[in-house]
C-alpha cells in the first residue's frame, strides 16, 4: 500500500485485547487505531484466531488492505475460497511473521547467493512439530528458495526429519529439515554448507526474543553481520506501509501452500 503523510486508519482484529496496539504505536508515523474495521485503510488480523473466517468477513465488508500477523496452521477447507474472494474483491493481502519478515535476513540472502550447497534447519515449538515446518518452509522461501522437494524420512507426533532439495540462486541446494515440540519459546537456527564457508542464522521468539544473528565463517575468519533491532512483524509492516505495488493474492496463496506442504508431510490436522 502507499504510504502518505497524512494518517492512516489501522483497525486490529484479534480476540486478544490490547494486541498489536504497541506494534502500531512504535511506528514512525501517523496510524490511527480504529474499532470499525470497514472504516480502516488498513486492517491487521491476529493470526492466532480464526483467521480465514476473519479475513473472508473483511473482505465481505469490502476491506482493501489486510495484514494477516503470525498465522498459525488451519484446516485447508477453510482456505479454499481465500484466494478467489480476494481476487474478487481487487484487495491486497500481506503476511507479516516473525522470522520470514525479519530484517537479519536482508543479509542473509545476500550471503546465500555465494554457492552454499546444503542448508540444515532445525527449530522447536511448545506448540508442537508442525509450526516448525511451516516456519522453516516460509525461511526457505523469505531467504530466495524456489521448486521445493521435500520427503519426510521420520514424522512422529512432536518430531520430523525431512531431507530434500531446492533451487537457490540458479543453482540447486539440498535441505534437511529437522523439528521438535519444545517446552519453552520457539526458536530455529539455519545452517548453509559451502565447500570453504558456512553460514548460519540463529532466531528466538517469545519472551526470549532478541535480535536474529547472522555470521558467516570463511578463509577471512568468522564474523557476524550487523544486528538488526526491529522484529519482524515491525520490519513487515514498515515495508507494507513503503511498498506502492499491489500484492493481491498472491502472498495468501503461497501462504495456503506451504501450509498444504506442512499437511501432506506431517498429516497435520
Partial sequence: MTATETSLAVALVSSQQG??????????????CTEHAAAAQLAMVDGRDDWPQ??????????QSIALVEPCLTHLGATTALVAAIDAAGADCAVLEALASNPALVGLRDVLTRGFGELVL?????????PVLLRHIRLLRAC?????????????DSAFL??????MAGAEVRLRLTGVQGHDVPCASLTAHAADATARLVWHGGAEARPAQVSLADASGLRCLPAMHEGGHRHGLRALLADQEPTGSAVMRALIEDMATVHNLLGAP
Avoid at 19 to 32: E, F, I, K
Avoid at 54 to 63: G, P, R
Wanted: net charge neutral.
Fill in 19 to 32: 494486541w498489536a496496539q504497541g506494534l502500531v504505536a512504535s511506528l514512525p508515523r501517523s496510524l490511527r
Fill in 122 to 130: 532445525d527449530g522447536r515449538d511448545p506448540q508442537g512439530a508442525p
Fill in 54 to 63: 476473519t479475513v473472508a468477513s473483511l473482505l465481505a465488508a469490502d476491506a
Fill in 144 to 156: 530466495g528458495a524456489t521448486n521445493l522437494h521435500l520427503k519426510a524420512l521420520a514424522v512422529t
Fill in 162 to 167: 525431512i531431507d530434500g532439495q531446492a533451487q
